[in-house]
């Protein structure tokens, strides 16, 4: 009740009270957060959030919902405020109210003040003791979210040097990996953590071990378990460089926090290691499961290395990146017309692999399946069947496909057909298929068997494709066998009149 009795006086002052300009589209909305339903207080706030930079003038109304009686009201704020700062809006005018929700006794609400405070930039430095009380009191993940904040601050989180370098020992990884990070981001002030970060060198968590050297290496580069020694023993020759790429190498599959150290490496020269440790960088992104649109511009310049191999391992990683990251699509896009051939074939695979299904998606791939390379027309196929196997343009190239001259592009199609055969096409297509059986590479036979194998899941008779098998082979002659071969080795009713037919055989 005294809740209730506050949040209303709060109203009537703020009723009294001056208020910024707003544009039209966030009036509405800032107008609701004074009504006296708490869903529509919610909603109103979501919708500020979602204005950005059009609701600057709301930040202040917002900070006051933050005291709202109701949860769903101070947690809907949390998260608009974090919105704007996000859309460029300064939020120095309300960090205080955004500190002071770090102690809200429900946990989204201190999630989404942190969030806020993360976006906010270096109007957060006034809410660095707060965070630092967050890192040792609350839940892993927001602490972990409370010492990612810190980190961001820069030279001005070394307020909380105390609490980040406890942090180090938390009992989960996550939390030591980014207290690890956050060291490293406050650089030199932070030199007292250079024996709490060697330790963590050694972690079992493979991010953690990462980030404590890369915080070594910030906090003092000659550290012998710091990332410097290594870069230093790169420029040299002999074992000890060799010893030195072949760590460095490994460190690049450590999870997510290999992204940062990939890119910094790519970012470097290496006189006489060059090829060997980008390829090791562009590979460990590739392998890192981690977030890679930090990576996207260095990996772009990488495709105009003259080593084709390193093009082709940045295309397939830049078509990983490309399934969140915008800005990678283009540059998968156009390595479709790399003078490389295996370049090309990565760049056709690679857009299979982004989801991507725009016209010039498929007019590229089209145009890839004309490629005097057979391993780029297979790659090309493959992707439009990935892409949209229903599209009746990619059926037309299927069949196409199928008697084409390279044995890697007919069992594509084959392989391709498995996924999209449909009951209408049976006879037709089962006479292609079944001439694919019979053909002189193992791997078109095997597919063609299991395209087969889906027609008659699809309701062909057997014993039909079975005769019809023998108008296509000699009776009696090794095609035959080699075709009945290929359909028995699957299972179901294909196959095993496959096996039976094997077994009369002379």
Do not use: N, Y
């Not at 009504?35 to 930079?53: E, H, I, K, V, W």
């Amino acid at each position: 009740m005294r809740a209730t009795l506050l949040w209303m006086l709060t109203l009537g002052l703020m009723a009294c009270s001056p208020k910024p300009a707003l544009p039209p589209a966030a009036q509405g909305p800032a107008r609701d957060l004074d009504s006296p339903d708490p869903a529509a207080r919610a909603a109103a706030a979501r919708a500020l959030g979602r204005l950005g930079a059009r609701a600057q003038g709301a930040a202040p109304a917002l900070a006051d919902a933050l005291e709202d009686p109701e949860q769903a009201v101070r947690v809907a704020a949390a998260e608009a405020l974090a919105a704007l700062a996000d859309a460029g809006v300064d939020l120095h005018g309300v960090v205080g109210a955004l500190t002071d929700a770090l102690e809200d006794e429900a946990a989204p609400v201190r999630v989404g003040a942190v969030q806020a405070l993360r976006a906010a930039g270096s109007a957060a430095e006034a809410a660095a003791e707060a965070l630092a009380v967050t890192v040792q009191a609350d839940a892993p993940a927001l602490k972990a979210a409370a010492l990612d904040t810190l980190g961001r601050l820069g030279r001005a989180g070394a307020a909380a040097l105390p609490a980040m370098q406890a942090a180090l020992a938390d009992p989960t990884g996550a939390v030591r990996a980014a207290a690890a990070r956050a060291l490293g981001r406050v650089g030199p002030a932070a030199a007292q953590a250079v024996h709490a970060l060697a330790r963590r060198v050694t972690d079992p968590d493979g991010a953690v071990r990462i980030w404590a050297r890369q915080a070594l290496a910030r906090l003092d580069p000659e550290h012998p378990q710091s990332l410097a020694p290594l870069v230093t023993l790169l420029q040299g020759e002999g074992l000890l460089a060799a010893h030195a790429a072949q760590q460095l190498g490994a460190l690049f599959g450590e999870g997510g926090a290999a992204v940062e150290l990939a890119v910094d490496v790519l970012g470097r020269a290496f006189p006489g290691r060059e090829d060997e440790l980008r390829f090791l960088a562009v590979r460990g992104l590739k392998l890192s499961g981690g977030d890679l649109t930090q990576a996207v511009p260095i990996l772009a310049r990488t495709l105009s290395d003259p080593d084709s191999l390193l093009r082709a391992a940045a295309v397939e990683t830049l078509g990983l990146a490309a399934r969140t990251v915008e800005a990678a699509r283009p540059h998968v896009l156009k390595a479709v017309e790399d003078a490389a051939p295996a370049v090309r074939a990565a760049a056709a695979a690679a857009l299979a692999a982004t989801g991507w299904t725009a016209p010039e998606v498929k007019a590229a791939l089209q145009r890839a399946l004309a490629d005097r390379i057979a391993g780029v027309r297979a790659a090309a196929l493959g992707a439009l069947v990935r892409l949209d196997p229903r599209d009746p343009d990619v059926r037309a190239a299927l069949r196409q496909a199928l008697g084409d001259q390279a044995a890697a592009v007919r069992a594509v199609a084959a392989q391709g057909w498995a996924a999209v055969m449909a009951r209408v096409d049976g006879e037709q297509l089962a006479e292609r298929l079944l001439t694919l059986l019979t053909d002189e590479d193992s791997a078109v036979r095997v597919a063609a068997a299991g395209a087969l194998q889906r027609a008659v899941a699809l309701g062909l008779d057997p014993a039909t494709l079975l005769a019809k098998l023998r108008q296509v082979a000699a009776a009696t002659g090794p095609a035959l066998r080699r075709a009945l071969e290929a359909l028995a080795q699957g299972d179901g009713a294909l196959a095993q009149a496959a096996r039976l037919a094997l077994a009369v055989l002379p």
